[in-house]
């Protein structure tokens, strides 16, 4: 009997099989999402953790190219900072202890990507607009993070180098950091709506008011 499971793929037959399977999860999460009753946005945080993490898993083939960003940018932007912070550190720490490695990388990951969070709440009402998403502003600020997350986490060589290689070691990756940003704006353009209009119909209470939680506190 031929081992049908011994299959040498290309790495362009496995980024397109990879996104073949996540395509098919998120159509998958999109129809679960149908079905929930009432506006729980913690079953909601839950469908997009499980979409980042796959996301993240499965797009690790392309250079510095997941949908992590985008998501908890659109978490901060309809669910407030807490949440997307709290996203960003579920995310990080489970895609890293799966399959990507963990270390002290993990923390600063979820400073980059928490922040991203808290920035997409603070602006919140220019981003979201009568309940209807600026894809252009989204856009570009999906774009700018990109480069943000990647310097914030750059700062984890400090631990082992001396500072004054933190400047040659970001500009050795702005290549990765093009990637980034560049698939940010495909992210958004592919599924900010969608996922918009998901977050829309289990969000509780005003975003304003989940960002004065971390204001305040």
Known sequence: MSDLHNIALTPNQTILLNTVILILIATALYRAERKLDGSDPWMMLCILAIFAIAGRILLDP??????VTVVVLLAGIYYGA?????????VALATNFLVLGHGPWTLFQVVGWGSIGVAGALLSDRLLIDGKLN??????FAAVSGFVFNWIVSLSILMKTD???LI??????????MYHAAGNILFVAWM?????EMMLRHQTSPNHKA???VVTN
Do not use: H, K, W
């Not at 392309?62 to 949908?67: A, E, F, S, T, V």
């Not at 807490?82 to 579920?90: D, E, H, Q, T, V």
């Not at 894809?135 to 570009?140: D, F, P, S, T, Y």
């Not at 900010?192 to 918009?196: F, H, S, V, Y």
């Open 62 to 67: 392309l250079p510095n190219i997941q949908p």
């Open 192 to 196: 900010a709506e969608p996922l918009g």
């Open 211 to 213: 960002v004065s939680e």
């Open 168 to 177: 040659p070691y970001v500009l050795s990756g702005l290549t990765f950091d």
């Open 135 to 140: 894809l252009n502003r989204l856009a570009v």
């Open 82 to 90: 807490p949440r997307a912070f709290a996203l960003a550190g579920i």
């Open 163 to 165: 500072p004054s290689m």
